[in-house]
């Protein structure tokens, strides 16, 4: 998988270079299709991405996010997506590691995961190495994944809320109906509280709104 991999025909290169893979997924909101079935393209934003957990044998962020975060505290859920999505004894490997306002913002928060990470659980490995003076990662995942997508899941991914669970369970034609529900329930003019109390109430009740 190529995490903002733009539009480079990344499968049939490495054919050329004489790597085999099955598929490539790209996953990039502004990346162009390539012409090549064993090339998917999935035009999203990456840290919104419902990544296939346990899947991809590679995962790489060349040029790309970090980088391109908004806001640097997404750091977490990008890394924490990728690893979701790493098989057992899979490598993700982001290059470069940018530098904010010439600290190094990234790595810290980079380094504090892996720590945090490794930590847990100890048979994974996160080696730093600099590469034509800038910093590079990569995870290394042991051969189980045991505990490690619920630990990942719990502390660092975006809490959803009770709506977006909903919604997610149900099949997709009561989807457009509590969609239509809840724009019809929000356009409503306003009432006041005691007003809204009273409606729902005589509501419950079946018993007719006093005014
Ligand atoms: C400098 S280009 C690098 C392209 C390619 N990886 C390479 O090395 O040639 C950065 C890429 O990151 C992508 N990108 C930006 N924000 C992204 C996001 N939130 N999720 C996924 N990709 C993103 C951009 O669309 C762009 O293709």
Sequence with gaps: MLIGGGSSPIYTDLLKLGFWPRSVTNVDPYALPQNDSCQILHMEDFLEYKIYNDFYHEIWALYSLPFW?????QTDTFLA???LGLASNGNFRIYPIPHVNQGNDYLKIIK??????TMIFPKAQCKFNKYLGTDTVVFNLPHSKEGMNEWLEKNYKRKRNIIEIILDALPEIVKIKSDTCLIKRYNK??????LNNMYWTSRTNN???DN
Excluded: G, V, W
């Excluded at 975060?69 to 505290?73: A, G, Q, R, S």
């Excluded at 504090?112 to 990470?117: L, R, T």
């Design 69 to 73: 975060i908004d806001d640097i505290k």
């Design 81 to 83: 997506n990728a690893l």
């Design 112 to 117: 504090k995961f892996a720590e945090n990470f």
């Design 189 to 194: 003019p306003t009432r006041s509280r005691k």
């Design 207 to 209: 018993l007719p709104m």
